[in-house]
């Protein structure tokens, strides 16, 4: 069983920037992949950004170019950098870890972007 946390959600003006963290209860090493998706209010859980274990990483079309994740074994916390933000990117973020085969998701922080 894997626990995720995140943190770093909140309100920000059109064009600003965000930090969000996702800390894990195991060994994020251990994790054979971890990353972000969100949720707008009617749509589809999108991807935003997957890291594999073998150092690949696929960015999603909504924040590409835009965000950037990173990670902290020693703290088994990941992170996604978000920039230039937008109304459109009104939505909850969740993190999420594939442990073996078994997927786990976090509870979803709230990110709103004001006009």
């Known amino acids: 069983q894997v626990q995720l946390v995140e943190s770093g959600g909140g309100l920000v003006q059109s064009g600003g920037s965000l930090r969000l963290a996702c800390r894990a209860s195991?060994?994020?090493?251990?994790?054979?992949?971890l990353g972000w998706y969100r949720q707008a209010p009617g749509k589809q859980r999108e991807l935003v950004v997957i890291?594999?274990?073998?150092?690949?990483?696929t960015y999603g079309d909504s924040l590409k170019g835009r965000s950037t994740i990173s990670r902290d074994n020693a703290a088994n916390t990941w992170y996604l950098q978000m920039n230039n933000l937008n109304p459109e990117d009104t939505a909850v973020y969740y993190c999420?870890?594939?442990?073996?085969?078994?997927?786990?998701w976090g509870q979803g922080t709230q990110v709103t972007v004001s006009s």
């Open positions: 999420y870890a594939l442990h073996g085969r078994t997927a786990y």
């Open positions: 890291s594999r274990h073998d150092g690949s990483i």
């Open positions: 195991k060994n994020s090493r251990s994790l054979n992949t």
